[in-house]
Every structure is written in structure tokens, then in C-alpha cells.
């Protein structure tokens, strides 16, 4: 979560002429990968006690406190059990900790994300992708900088390569929301995961203000569920994935919050929903 000091530095980037000047700057990749080659270096182990402090994060809860760079801390591995999968078959897990949005996709292909609203092409620049997702469901799971920064996959099955789309970085914050359309901006990368019980399902991972990386770790892979898929490096970040049409019943408890306004906390695992597909 923001602290006020972070919203007030938000507001300032987004909302005066001054500070949208200065956001030109910092969301170009150049800075962003200094910024990425700086948190690589020795010298950033340097940032991690204040941040640890500053986020309250227990470091008891990770498989290594011995960090290299703050980079190497900041995508620390947890302890297993501190993150149990669901391997029940039928289940759907989320791919990541973050706080969850879930949307059904209309007819109009419209994606509302708090105050802007977004069509699956921007955001794809598919047409096929978009078709092929039409009715089914988008989840936007936000992460911030104290979540965990793993994620995994969803089911067992295969892929082929990851797309990358090339963007300026943003923060994926909601004050950044009302001024600028985040995801068609942020650099981005997809596949199109063919799952055993859930059909296709599209994952895409978004960077943000001074991330230098995405990492999936796979191209033209045969995956299994719980496996580790990727990374992110620092920043907040957030994955979006988008399910066929009559392929997962998700629970309508998270709708229910997004239509008021609210995310839902998860975690990396947990049970979202389960298949409608009769296996």
C-alpha cells in the first residue's frame, strides 16, 4: 500500500506540469535500465534493511537472507510451505500474491481498470487473441512492492514463445490511472498457456516505473501446475490473465467486490474458481 508521502510524490508526477516533465524521464527504458543495472550491483545491498523496515517484511519467511543485490532480495524466494498450492484438478489457483480485479468481457471488449477503461486490442494488439477471448473473463492481479514477486503456473500443460511488447513504464498504481492508459503504455509480454482443464488461457505480465525486467523463465515449454513461471524485478507490477468462454467458473465473490470499487487480497495458489469443463 502507498504511504502518504508516495500518493503526494504520485500526484505530483501525474498531475503538474512540472512533474509530468520529470515523468517523461523516468518512465524512458534508458532509466529504466540504469535503474535495473544500479539494483543489480553490490552496492544496492545498501537499500534492503530500510526497505525491509520500511514494509515489515519477516525475512524468516524466505529460503536465503544472504542477498547479492537488492534486485536478488527483492525476488527472494519463499518457504514452500508458506505458500501452498492447490493441486485439486479441477481447481483454478492464482498465478501470484497481488490484489485481484475480475471482470466478464462483453460484447464491446471494453476492460475497465479502476478510473480508465481499456479495449483488449490496445492491450493485446491481437485481433485473433481478442476474438478468441470474447465472453470469457479477465483477471488483473495488481502486485505491489511488498508482495511476493513470483509467480507460477495455473495448470499443467504446454506453450510456445513469450511476445514481447515493447512501452514506456509506468507505475501501475491507481493515481496513475486516472491520467494515462497504464497498460497499452507499459512495456508487456503474453503467451497462450494450453492447459489440461481450462482451455487456453492468456497470461500477460506488465512492467512498471523502473522495473528492469520481466523474467519468465520458459519459451516452447511442457509446464506443470505449481511450477514456477517467472519474476519480476523491482517495482510494482501486475498479470493479467484472460479465460476462454465456459472454461472457469471463478468464484463471484471477487466480481462482487470489483463491481464496489474493491481489489481482493490472494495469494499465489489459492483456490480463484474451478473448471467447467467435463473431464
Known sequence: METSQESKFLKFLYQTIIGRFLLKLLSSRIVSFFAGKILDSHFSKLLISSFVRKHHINLEEYYSDSFQSFNDFFCRKIKEELRPIDYSKNVFISPCDGLLSAYKIKEDLILPVKQSHYTLFSLIQNEELVNKYRNGICLVFRLCVNHYHRYCYIDSGTHEK????????????PIALESIPVFCENSRE????????????????????????IKNLHEN???SKGEEKGM??????TIILLLEKDAVQISEYFFDNTKMGKETSVQMGEKLGVSKLKK
Request: no cysteine; hydrophobic share 40%.
Open 221 to 223: 515449454y511442457n509446464f
Open 232 to 237: 519480476f524485478l523491482y517495482g510494482g507490477s
Open 162 to 173: 513469450n511476445v514481447f511488447i515493447p512501452g514506456k513504464l509506468h507505475t501501475v498504481r
Open 190 to 213: 503474453y503467451t497462450t498457456l494450453h492447459t489440461n482443464r481450462f482451455k487456453d488461457v492468456f497470461q500477460m505480465e506488465v512492467g512498471a516505473m523502473l522495473v528492469g525486467k
